[in-house]
C-alpha cells in the first residue's frame, strides 16, 4: 500500500499557484519523497524529488517539512495543462517499483 | 528528446487468447517495468526487469504473465490466457542506470489500452 496521504481534489485558477500537499508521516531516514502527475490516461510524468532539502526545477517546487512526515509540491503558476492527477510516492530510490495511491486531482480553471 | 514507445496503442482480444504487448525503452536504458492502471484505479506495478532477469515482482504478476527482452531494443509482456479483469491500461517504463541519491526518475511510455471481450 501506499505510504503517502493526499487530499483527493484541489482547485486552483489558472495563473495562480497550486500547493498540494502529501503526508508520509512513516517516512525512514534514507526513503525520498517523488512526485509524478498523470494527465489524462497518459503514462505518469515525473515532477520532481527530494530527501530532506527543498528542490525547484523547471516544472515545481517541492518543499519538505523538517521532520520529514510532510511536503508540498508547488506549481508556481498553474496552467490549464496542468490539470492532472499529481502522486506523492515515498521510495528508497525511483528504481524499485513506484507505489502509487488514489493522488490528488487539481483541475486548474480560467 | 528521446521517449518510451508502446505498441499496440489499442488491442482488443477474446477472453482465453494470449496477448503479447510491446514496449521498446530508451536507447541507453538498463531497466525495465511494467505497470498497469485498470480503469478509474490506481497504477499498480507488475514487474521491474534488469540484465535479462526480473528483479522485482508483484502479486498480480502470476504465472499468467511473463515478460522478455528478445533483442536490443523490444521489451514485452505477454499474458497468456487473458482474463476480463486483465482490461487496464498497461504502462512500460525505463531507466538508465541505478544512481545513488535518488537519481532515478522512471519514463513512462504512453500505454497499451487491452479490452478483453
Known amino acids: 500500500d501506499a505510504k503517502t496521504t493526499q487530499p483527493p481534489s484541489m482547485d486552483c485558477a489558472e495563473g495562480r499557484a497550486a500547493n498540494l500537499p502529501c503526508n508520509h508521516s512513516?517516512?525512514?531516514?534514507?526513503?525520498?519523497v517523488y512526485w509524478y502527475r498523470q494527465i489524462h490516461s497518459q503514462g505518469p510524468q515525473y515532477i520532481i524529488h527530494?530527501?530532506?532539502n527543498n528542490e525547484t526545477n523547471e516544472m515545481a517546487s517541492l518543499i519538505i517539512t523538517e521532520d520529514r512526515k510532510s511536503s508540498t509540491l508547488i506549481l508556481p503558476h498553474a496552467t490549464l495543462r496542468d490539470t492532472a492527477v499529481y502522486y506523492c510516492i515515498v521510495s528508497l530510490t525511483a528504481g524499485t517499483a513506484l507505489i502509487f495511491g488514489k493522488g490528488t486531482t487539481l483541475s486548474v480553471s480560467s | 528528446e528521446p521517449e518510451v514507445t508502446q505498441t499496440p496503442s489499442h488491442q482488443v482480444t477474446q477472453m482465453g487468447q494470449e496477448v503479447i504487448l510491446r514496449c521498446v525503452p530508451i536507447s541507453n536504458h538498463l531497466y525495465f517495468y511494467w505497470y498497469r492502471q485498470i480503469l478509474g484505479q490506481k497504477v499498480e506495478f507488475l514487474v521491474s526487469?534488469?540484465?535479462?532477469?526480473?528483479?522485482?515482482k508483484s502479486e498480480i504478476f502470476d504465472d499468467q504473465f511473463s515478460v522478455e527482452r528478445p533483442d536490443g531494443s523490444n521489451f514485452t509482456l505477454k499474458i497468456r490466457s487473458t482474463k476480463l479483469e486483465d482490461s487496464a491500461m498497461y504502462f512500460c517504463a525505463s531507466i538508465p542506470i541505478l544512481l545513488a541519491g535518488g537519481e532515478n526518475e522512471q519514463f513512462f511510455g504512453p500505454g497499451t489500452r487491452l479490452t478483453v471481450l
Open positions: 512513516t517516512i525512514s531516514g534514507n526513503e525520498y
Open positions: 527530494g530527501l530532506k
Open positions: 526487469f534488469y540484465n535479462n532477469e526480473i528483479s522485482e
